[in-house]
């Protein structure tokens, strides 16, 4: 937990993200959720596109295990994502970005009763 987040914003690997993986080994690892590096995480993972399909689909394993009531509009986003770039033979593709709807929130509100 030494290493600066800002490490792990920007590589050399192009376009390929390990944020969602990164968050679901801390998550694992029993790292507090409220602990500022898995905040941080947290926070750009439901903030970037969804775009390829393995960082996509260990997003929603990460969100349905971290509180699936709370983040079930992302996890449905993440959902109709890999159901959009599922091929005919039933394979993935390695994933395309496809249109989301911007009017469902990633995270709900806490309810008063």
């Not at 920007?10 to 409220?34: F, I, S």
């Not at 959902?79 to 395309?96: E, H, I, P, S, T």
């Amino acid at each position: 937990m030494k290493q600066k987040y800002d490490v792990w914003k920007y590589h050399d690997w192009g376009d390929v993200r390990h944020h969602d993986l990164v968050l679901y080994t801390l998550h694992h690892a029993g790292v507090d959720p409220q602990h500022k590096v898995y905040q941080e995480l947290l926070k750009f993972v439901l903030e970037a596109p969804l775009e390829r399909t393995y960082c996509v689909s260990v997003q929603a394993m990460v969100l349905s295990e971290v509180d699936p009531v709370k983040y079930q509009g992302r996890i449905k986003q993440c959902c109709q994502f890999l159901v959009d770039n599922q091929c005919k033979n039933g394979q993935w593709l390695y994933g395309k970005e496809v249109p989301q709807d911007k009017d469902v929130p990633t995270t709900t509100t806490q309810r008063d009763d």
